[in-house]
Structures are given as C-alpha cells and as structure tokens.
C-alpha cells in the first residue's frame, strides 16, 4: 500500500510540474503578444507597466518606470528596431523562466543570422516582465 501511495504521489508531482511547465508557457504567449504590440504601437506606458525595475541595460540599469520612459527611444530604437523585430520574432526559451527575443541591427533588419540584441523576459511573482537589454557581441 505504501508503495502505491508513493507512486501516485510521484505521478502526482509530474503532473503538476508539466501542467506548470504549459501554463507558463500559454501564460507567455500572452504576454508576448500584448508587449509586441504594445512596443509596435508606441504605447510607452503599456510597455513600462510589462518591465521590471530596476531592469539591466547593456552595463548599466534603469532604476524606475521615470527613467524607463525617458529611455524608451534608446531602449527599443538603439542599436535595434524593437517594432520591426518584433512584428515577425520568434521569442526563445531559455528556461521555464526565462524567454529572449534575439534582433538583429537596425541598420540591417533582415540579417537575422546576426540577431545581438537579446531583449530578455522572466516570469516574476507579478507576471511574466521585461526585464534587461542586452548585447550577446559585447
């Protein structure tokens, strides 16, 4: 009997993390699709109400929702167009709590073999967030 009980709770454990597993899976392709249209359309304040603070940029951070806006143009219009990529990107899943969305440079948006600038998502106790901008080259 005992044997038994401890199978069904092993079976039990699995079920749960895979169910888990999907949801935050589902739960991110939502996310996804409201940041990238949030990010296409220009919404600003939608786009800051997804991101985590302080959040990293390349070397430094972005400590507030204030700074973030002031930013917003070099964040998702420096060395990549967010709006571009993200119409067609393909996020990455880089574990169960963590997803990127790899760009390539502005100046050639088509070069997606060299795709550096890695905008990053993690699943956080609020939600799936934004939470750093990174270049993979440097």
């Not at 991110?28 to 786009?47: C, E, H, L």
């Not at 806006?69 to 899943?93: H, M, V």
């Amino acid at each position: 009997m005992l044997q038994i009980a401890r199978i069904l709770f092993v079976i039990a454990a699995f079920i749960a993390l895979t169910a888990q597993s999907s949801f935050a899976q589902t739960e991110f392709a939502a996310f996804w699709k409201k940041f990238k249209s949030a990010v296409i359309a220009g919404d600003k304040a939608a786009v800051a109400g997804m991101t985590n603070f302080p959040m990293s940029i390349y070397e430094s951070k972005i400590d507030n929702r204030a700074e973030f806006l002031r930013r917003y143009r070099d964040i998702f219009n420096g060395e990549a167009n967010g709006g571009t990529c993200f119409a067609s990107a393909e996020p990455q899943k880089e574990s169960t709590r963590r997803y990127a969305v790899y760009c390539p440079f502005k100046n050639t948006p088509n070069d997606r073999e060299n795709a550096p600038v890695r905008f990053i998502f993690e699943l956080s106790k609020s939600g799936w967030k934004f939470v750093a901008l990174d270049n993979i080259n440097e």
